[in-house]
């Protein structure tokens, strides 16, 4: 690199001394090409698909209703009444009508699904589980966070460093991922989903449990 | 191809490549995509390394700043994602659909020849005709952008003549589960 560098300046000098025809041949040898900039492609807030392709989306109204109220102009753009007649082109009338008929059916479809899951998310529940390991020393295992989308990964890394302790995401005898937090923590877990804090964060309260799970006594 | 794609099951790790290897991609993908060496440097700048994601069925993610730029199946074509195909629309030849095959090519389907060259459609005339097994954007009747990722089975001039079968087979589509990952 170095001698590269030591070399090039007398290069650079030689068509100066040249003049005129020297300096004009130079310069296409770097042609100052710009990157082509890229086409700012504007997607749906809703399903994330470019707007013009919202209508083929699960979710339609919703996606038709967020545009007016967030950009009216584009709304015009797409769902003004001469924008429906010249999108219909080429196919026939009870093609159209068929695949609205379909779009209907299929929104109805991802709703009833968004439904159940949103259901089942609220059903779902966090067992904070107090385990004793040797005499006065216990673990605290965190399950079923991830129904609430939280990466478990970060929130054992969270944890780790708010108890400085040691965290960790192990698999559990169900072969579920759950968080294991050295120390007896489970009331500082619990305050701590209470608030929200970092990435623990919307999990309602009441699905939360403590429980304690005591080692056998086998000696004395 | 990705259809059916659930990161944390079908990803079988993060590598970072060679620059040796960086190097050979890099050479392909401007032969294989109509890019000039700028734009794919201010895609993916030589300082970034570029990140190998494997996946099952011999699928390659390719990543730069953990954002996926394209994808491979096999040794074959690098093709980019639909996404960056949106920003750079120019790079891959053009085919179009009716409006007919909208909803079939959003479920995954293959695009289907009749649909290709029906009054809707879009095939290059017979001095642009694409070959077979080359990487094509799909592109639908009245939309803007792209909505597919494809390779054509027949060459476009056969898909005129015989109009029957696959014309397009379909690599990724708008709505797919390559679609919903924005970050790897």
């Known amino acids: 690199m170095g001698r590269k560098r030591a070399q090039s300046p007398p290069r650079q000098a030689a068509p100066t001394e040249d003049e005129g025809a ?30 013009e392709y919202c209508e083929f989306g699960s979710s339609f109204t919703r996606c038709k209703e967020s545009l007016k109220e967030s950009n009216e102009e584009l709304y015009n753009k797409y769902y003004s009444d001469e924008a429906l007649q010249s ?25 009833a699904k968004a439904d159940a899951a949103l259901k089942k998310k609220l059903a779902s529940q966090v067992t904070i589980k107090r385990i004793e390991r040797t005499k006065r020393k216990h673990v ?64 309602p309260i009441d699905n939360v449990q403590v429980v304690e799970d005591k080692k056998k006594k086998t000696e004395g | 191809m990705f259809k059916k794609f659930v990161p944390s099951t079908d990803i079988a790790g993060h590598t970072p490549v060679k620059t040796s290897v ?7 993908v401007l032969s294989q995509w109509k890019i000039e060496p700028e734009t794919l440097e201010a895609i993916w700048p030589k300082k970034e390394g570029l990140v190998h994601v494997k996946c099952r069925e011999h699928v390659s993610i390719y990543t730069v700043n953990s954002e996926p730029i394209f994808f491979q199946h096999f040794d ?19 085919v179009q659909v009716d409006r007919g095959a909208i909803r079939f090519l959003l479920a995954g389907a293959h695009m289907m020849c009749p649909g290709l060259t029906s009054a809707g459609g879009y095939l290059p005339p017979a001095e642009e005709a694409i070959p077979a097994e080359r990487m094509v954007a799909i592109h639908a009747e ?26 397009v087979e379909t690599a990724t589509y708008l ?9 790897l």
Not at chain 1, 32 to 44: A, F, L, S
Not at chain 2, 77 to 88: A, C, E, Q, S, V
Not at chain 2, 142 to 167: F, P, Q, R, W, Y
Not at chain 2, 175 to 183: E, F, P, R
């Open chain 2, 22 to 28: 960086q190097r050979q991609i890099r050479a392909n």
């Open chain 1, 140 to 203: 605290t295992a965190i399950h079923g966070l991830e129904a609430f989308s939280i990466d478990l990964k970060k929130a054992a890394k969270q944890l780790a460093g708010r108890f400085a302790t040691g965290a960790s995401v192990t698999k559990n005898a169900q072969g579920l991922d759950e968080i294991v937090v050295q120390g007896d923590v489970s009331d500082e877990i619990l305050e701590i989903l209470e608030k929200g804090e970092g990435v623990l964060k919307g999990v």
């Open chain 1, 87 to 111: 999108k219909i082109g080429t196919l026939s009338l009870e093609a159209q009508k068929k695949l609205e008929k379909d779009a209907a059916k299929k929104e109805a479809k991802a709703e």
């Open chain 1, 22 to 51: 020297g300096s004009s041949s130079q310069q296409p040898v770097e042609p100052p090409k710009e990157p082509t900039p890229p086409v700012r492609v504007i997607y749906c807030d809703v399903c994330s698909f470019p707007l």
């Open chain 2, 76 to 94: 074959g074509p690098f093709y980019p994602t639909l996404r960056l195909l949106h920003k750079y629309p120019y790079i891959l030849p053009k």
């Open chain 2, 142 to 167: 009245g939309k803007e952008h792209a909505v597919g990722v494809g390779i054509t089975k027949l060459s476009t001039e056969d898909m005129k003549k015989i109009n029957k079968g696959v014309g």
């Open chain 2, 175 to 183: 709505g797919d589960d390559l679609w919903a990952i924005q970050t």
